[in-house]
């Protein structure tokens, strides 16, 4: 008898079981079938990303389905169209043997029409996203008051979607008697008042520890510079160069700005967020599944539905706001008994968030410095040699053979390899030959005086030490700011808190703000030679502390004057490194990139980008900002 017998489960499944290659039941399938199928009760499941928890709901729902009867008699809420399409697979290709069973998906940015012609022909399970589901029930086209069985999948994403309101409309109508199964990765305070309002004496299961994340995942962390971000994310995957990772970042702009940046720097990247058609995501998701992609730079919320198995590396750009953000990240990789990496980018003022997360997840992380420009050439040329003793002989080489032979003439095999090695290695040695530094975790960078005295001659007033401080800042209404975007564009340039920037005044062409004193000269820093499409972003101390009306703004020529021309920083923060590049490619007119034949260009263009950056380097990290970093978990 297999352990699957063991759980009570019938033929069928059994057969259905053995076709999709599962040999034994993951730990929280042992632990909830025996109990779902045994009686009437409901279940609280807790249990990490990738454990098999569909399977472990999946199965029980289907060996209680009369297929006789073609009313709906399970209903299945899951976050995103995506999981929503999953499941329905899943539960089809359990239920492959069961005669005249029907599960039918309800999402929505698909027909209505269809989805409710679907369920009239018969549905015993509907899988649905909650709105959708709210949708239909609303126009009459599908009928769950003779349910026996909801199920809340991945519960913890659905009420961090907002899907609370819904949530609750959708089982006021249910019949009481219904049991309810909720199956989540975290258990933060909002499932727990689900389960206690909605549910009856729920059994409560708990696989590994509660809110831990994934074990076979190894969690690393990178200590950079603010700025360099973006070459330290080209550095990791250079020394993965079979990488198939997620990138998390926290912005959809970000999201696009990284993915556009890999894909002109010749990898092969592409962008999940949710300013994409779902024709555009599904052709992106469709491409990663391929492999096509093997970099997709996402954000937390396009990536819920991600459901690829294999994924070696995840990402993470920037850390996300919450910690249960982190788990579900982490979660992508390690799937499915494979391990997997789990990455952070991180800067020196973000360390004390490591701790949090370790706090959470009950792992430790491991520091690592990001390679050397020469260990990663070094990677690369093993890569190579490695690539080319596994490539297949192409027979239709042979047929040159003889000509090819001469051309070689005179050259021993020594000699002979390291040509061919050098092919390709150049390309990369080209561009890390002499590249600096990236880590920020060791002591406090030399660059740290220069860029003091640097600051100092670009300020003509005195900067004051302590209390708040009000800035005058060029960009307002006529430049599509308003407070809570102009803040944002703040935070995230400065890497800085939530409630580090304060009381943002926005007006018709300019706007004032405060911080604290302590975050002053990084600020001042930051937007010296400042740069949004072209155009200087100019930041000063406004003479006018209460803020409010026209501030002065003498001395804002002083700032803007030249000298920036020429080492155009663009965008700052976290978007470091890549905002000058779309200039120097356009001037250096070589189409694709990295891994095809035009990369050193490319890459000598990306290596400028470095150094530029460099003169500001990470150590702005240390000045300020830290002591009031917001805790919206941390
Ligand atoms: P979760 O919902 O817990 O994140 P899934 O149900 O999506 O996890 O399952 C993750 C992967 O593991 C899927 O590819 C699934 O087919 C596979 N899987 C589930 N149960 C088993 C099992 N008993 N043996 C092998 N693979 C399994
Ligand atoms: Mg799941």
Not at 287 to 313: E, N, P, S, Y
Not at 314 to 320: A, D, E, G, H
Not at 551 to 580: E, F, K, L, V, W
């Amino acid at each position: 008898m297999t352990k699957f017998e063991a759980l009570g489960l019938k033929k069928t499944l059994l057969d259905a079981i053995v076709d999709m290659g599962f040999e034994t039941p993951s730990e929280v399938q042992e632990m909830a079938i025996p109990i779902l199928l045994e009686g009437d009760t409901d279940l609280v499941a807790l249990a990490q990303t990738g454990t098999g928890k569909t399977a472990a709901f999946g199965f029980p729902l289907i060996q209680k389905i009369d297929a006789n009867s073609k009313t709906t008699q399970g209903l299945i809420l899951s976050p995103t169209r995506e999981l929503c399409m999953q499941i329905t697979n899943e539960m089809q290709a359990y239920s492959k043997y069961e005669r005249g069973i029907n599960v039918v998906a309800v999402y929505g940015g698909a027909s209505i029409t269809d989805q409710a012609r679907q369920i009239k022909r018969g549905a015993q399970i509907v899988v649905a996203t909650p709105g959708r589901m709210k949708d239909m029930m609303s126009r009459g086209l599908v009928d769950i008051s003779k349910i026996d069985v909801c199920i809340l999948d991945e519960a913890d994403e659905m009420l961090n979607m907002g899907f609370y309101e819904d949530i609750k409309e959708i089982l006021s109508d249910t019949p009481k008697e219904k049991n309810t199964w909720l199956f989540s990765a975290t258990m933060p305070k909002e499932v727990a008042t689900i389960a206690k309002k909605f549910m009856r004496n729920p059994q409560e299961i708990t696989v590994g520890t509660k809110n831990s994340g994934a074990s076979t995942v190894q969690h690393e962390y990178y200590v950079v510079g603010g700025r360099d971000r973006y070459p330290a994310l080209k550095r990791l995957a250079d020394t993965h160069p079979d990488i198939f990772s997620v990138i998390f970042c926290r912005t959809k702009r970000d999201t696009q700005k990284v993915a556009e940046s890999l894909i002109e720097d010749g990898y092969n990247a592409g962008a999940l967020h949710g300013d994409l058609s779902q024709n555009q995501r599904d052709l992106v998701m469709n491409a990663f599944r391929k492999k096509q992609i093997q970099m997709l730079v996402a954000t937390d919320v396009a990536a819920r539905g991600i459901d690829v198995d294999d994924i070696t590396h995840v990402i993470n750009y920037q850390l996300p706001d919450e910690i249960e953000t982190y788990t579900h990240r982490s979660g992508r990789t390690g799937r499915a008994g494979k391990s997997g990496t789990s990455m952070v980018i991180i800067t020196r003022s973000e360390l004390r968030k490591i701790k949090a997360i370790e706090n959470k997840i009950g792992q430790k992380f491991i520091t690592k410095n990001i390679p050397s420009g020469m260990e990663i050439c070094e990677i690369q040329l093993y890569h190579l040699a490695n690539k080319i003793k596994d490539t297949e002989v192409n027979a239709q080489v042979e047929a040159y053979l003889p000509a090819i032979t001469k051309v070689f003439e005179g050259i021993d095999r020594d000699e002979l390899i390291k040509k061919v090695v050098s092919v390709e290695f150049t390309r990369f040695f080209n561009y890390y030959n002499k590249t600096k530094d990236l880590n920020a975790s060791g002591s406090d960078r030399g660059d740290r005086d220069d860029r003091n005295s640097d600051r100092g001659n670009n300020n003509s007033g005195e900067i004051p030490t302590s209390g708040a401080v009000r800035y005058f800042i060029n960009v307002g209404e006529k430049d599509d700011y308003d407070w809570m975007s102009l803040k944002d564009f703040l935070r995230d340039t400065l890497e800085v808190g939530q409630d580090d920037i304060f009381k943002v005044d926005v007006k018709e062409s300019f706007s004032f703000f405060n911080t604290d004193a302590s975050i002053t000269p990084k600020i001042l820093e930051t937007f010296k030679d400042f740069k949004v499409e072209g155009r200087f972003v100019n930041v000063e101390i406004s003479s006018n502390p209460g803020g409010g009306g026209g501030g002065s703004r003498s001395g804002s020529r002083d700032r803007n004057r030249g000298g920036g021309g020429g080492r155009d920083r663009s965008r700052g923060g976290d978007s470091g490194g890549y905002g000058g590049k779309k200039r120097e490619r356009s001037s250096s007119s070589s189409k694709g990139g990295f891994k095809d034949d035009s990369g050193s260009k490319r890459r000598s263009g990306g290596n400028r980008s470095n150094s530029r950056s460099e003169s500001k380097g990470g150590s702005k990290e240390s000045s300020g900002g830290k002591s009031k970093r917001r805790s919206g978990f941390f």
